[in-house]
């Protein structure tokens, strides 16, 4: 048994609805883990991704944390939705105040997260709206796929219809853009193929109905971390915010990925910073503590 349990919130990101989002188990340690615990206890939640937070002395006023990110197989370095859900559950629990900005320290670098008020997608500090929070995540720039196969990932999309294949460079996920946003939903992935393929995984994307009041659809498929598709990812779309800004002439943008349980980010893009503020959503749906 732990001297002291383990307190836990499942918290379900990129959503306002109860088991839709992307749902990650956030856990608040008051002291390091050995890395076999920290997996075994990942393997054991089973879901897109578990996380664990520790709270650090920082060198800022702001509250402080370290968080570390494992998928049921893997430590990743890096994951918008639980980055969103441990926020979520720092800020709905009181263990910090609501208008403070609090600094994660991870593999990639000291990310952080706020809450803001939104009108129209668009950030509004003072508005008396809907609150998000706001994660200030690394941009994902697009680069060309340099053996670039469109018929050997056609086929792992079983007949897509693709119009470009590009790839991003710090993830290394193959981008592969087709012809609608309908089209997005109706891929059906090979992982077999997929998991075969370099890099992390592959991002799916279309333009959006107009209808649909989305700019953009996505999914994103990631077999080699054990992740056949991720409901929601925060990471992609910051490729994704890369590759559409350029192609919509646009740094705000509202996004939908197309998964069975579906999310939604409102993105802004900073070019010049190379860097992305992904808001979101996220609703608490469990809570207990781990007691071993």
């Given at each position: 048994?732990?001297?002291?349990?383990?307190?836990?919130?499942?918290?379900?990101?990129?959503?306002?609805?109860?088991?839709?989002?992307?749902?990650?188990?956030?856990?608040?340690?008051?002291?390091?883990?050995?890395?076999?615990?920290?997996?075994?206890?990942?393997?054991?939640?089973?879901?897109?991704?578990?996380?664990?937070?520790?709270?650090?002395?920082?060198?800022t006023?702001?509250?402080?944390?370290?968080?570390?990110?494992f998928?049921?197989?893997?430590?990743?370095?890096?994951?918008?939705?639980?980055?969103?859900?441990?926020?979520?559950?720092?800020?709905?629990?009181?263990?910090?105040?609501?208008?403070?900005?609090?600094?994660?320290?991870?593999?990639?670098?000291?990310?952080?997260?706020?809450?803001?008020?939104?009108i129209?997608?668009?950030?509004?500090?003072?508005?008396?709206?809907?609150?998000?929070?706001?994660?200030?995540?690394?941009?994902?720039?697009?680069t060309?796929?340099?053996?670039?196969?469109?018929?050997?990932?056609?086929?792992?999309?079983?007949?897509?219809?693709?119009?470009?294949?590009?790839?991003?460079?710090?993830?290394?996920?193959?981008?592969?853009?087709?012809t609608?946003?309908?089209?997005?939903?109706?891929?059906?992935?090979?992982?077999?193929?997929?998991?075969?393929?370099?890099?992390?995984?592959?991002?799916?994307?279309?333009?959006?109905?107009?209808?649909?009041?989305?700019?953009?659809?996505?999914?994103f498929?990631?077999?080699?971390?054990?992740?056949?598709?991720?409901?929601?990812?925060?990471?992609a779309?910051?490729?994704?915010?890369?590759?559409?800004?350029?192609?919509?002439?646009?740094?705000?943008?509202?996004?939908?990925?197309?998964?069975?349980?579906?999310?939604?980010?409102?993105i802004?893009?900073?070019?010049?910073k190379?860097?992305?503020?992904?808001?979101?959503?996220a609703?608490?749906?469990?809570?207990?503590?781990?007691?071993?």
């Amino acid at each position: 048994m732990s001297k002291k349990p383990v307190k836990y919130y499942l918290v379900n990101a990129f959503t306002e609805t109860a088991f839709k989002g992307n749902p990650a188990a956030v856990c608040l340690l008051e002291e390091e883990k050995d890395e076999k615990w920290l997996q075994t206890l990942a393997t054991e939640f089973n879901i897109s991704v578990t996380c664990y937070l520790i709270p650090l002395q920082g060198t800022t006023s702001n509250p402080r944390f370290r968080l570390r990110w494992f998928t049921h197989i893997l430590e990743v370095n890096i994951c918008a939705h639980a980055t969103l859900a441990a926020s979520h559950a720092l800020f709905s629990s009181g263990l910090v105040d609501n208008n403070v900005t609090i600094e994660f320290v991870t593999l990639s670098g000291i990310l952080t997260a706020k809450k803001i008020s939104m009108i129209n997608g668009t950030s509004h500090l003072k508005a008396k709206d809907v609150l998000h929070i706001e994660l200030d995540f690394p941009a994902d720039p697009i680069t060309e796929l340099n053996n670039d196969d469109t018929s050997l990932i056609s086929e792992a999309l079983n007949g897509a219809s693709i119009v470009d294949i590009k790839r991003t460079q710090i993830q290394h996920d193959i981008l592969v853009v087709v012809t609608s946003g309908q089209n997005v939903t109706e891929v059906q992935p090979n992982f077999d193929a997929i998991v075969k393929f370099p890099g992390r995984g592959v991002i799916v994307t279309g333009i959006a109905p107009p209808e649909s009041g989305f700019d953009f659809y996505s999914r994103f498929f990631c077999p080699k971390y054990g992740v056949n598709e991720d409901p929601v990812c925060g990471s992609a779309h910051c490729a994704l915010a890369s590759y559409w800004s350029k192609k919509l002439e646009k740094c705000d943008l509202k996004a939908y990925q197309a998964s069975a349980r579906g999310g939604v980010l409102n993105i802004h893009i900073d070019e010049h910073k190379q860097r992305v503020l992904l808001r979101g959503k996220a609703i608490t749906v469990m809570k207990g503590c781990v007691l071993v």
